[in-house]
């Protein structure tokens, strides 16, 4: 009634190219998020599956509740048998260990500063 015909056609056209610029900022965001985060939590996954699944007999392994053993037995593909104290065994699934150390590579401990430094002080 108010709004003459070729007002309303006039803005219909110009809708859809308003509509693409409102749509854009949300696509940057998402590609923005994707190069941030979900990449990054990828790869991260990755290496975690590739240490876990790399775990063997004799390595220093470390749960994701604290607990520090040398493997000695390597049950099958979900779980590893590792010792945490003499006589003392225990079954964890390969998914809940959170780092391997190499065989010999000691832990660092406190005041731990080298050769170098013990040998000047």
């Given at each position: 009634?108010?709004?003459?015909?070729?007002?309303?056609?006039?803005?219909?056209?110009?809708?859809?190219?308003?509509?693409?610029?409102?749509?854009?900022?949300?696509?940057?965001?998402?590609?923005?998020m994707y190069f941030l985060i979900l990449r990054p939590q990828q790869k991260?996954?990755?290496?975690?599956?590739?240490?876990?699944?790399?775990?063997?007999?004799?390595?220093?392994?470390?749960?994701?509740?604290?607990?520090?053993?040398?493997?000695?037995?390597?049950?099958?593909?979900?779980?590893?048998?590792?010792?945490?104290?003499?006589?003392?065994?225990?079954?964890?699934?390969?998914?809940?260990?959170?780092?391997?150390?190499?065989?010999?590579?000691?832990?660092?401990?406190?005041?731990?500063?080298?050769?170098?430094?013990?040998?000047?002080?």
């Open positions: 009634m108010l709004i003459t015909p070729a007002y309303a056609q006039a803005a219909a056209g110009g809708d859809t190219n308003s509509m693409l610029m409102s749509l854009l900022p949300f696509a940057l965001i998402f590609v923005i991260k996954v990755k290496d975690h599956a590739e240490l876990v699944k790399n775990i063997r007999r004799g390595d220093t392994v470390v749960t994701t509740g604290g607990l520090v053993g040398k493997v000695t037995k390597v049950v099958d593909d979900d779980q590893i048998e590792f010792e945490i104290s003499d006589g003392v065994r225990v079954r964890q699934m390969r998914q809940m260990i959170s780092g391997v150390r190499a065989k010999g590579e000691p832990a660092k401990e406190k005041g731990d500063f080298g050769k170098d430094e013990t040998a000047a002080g």
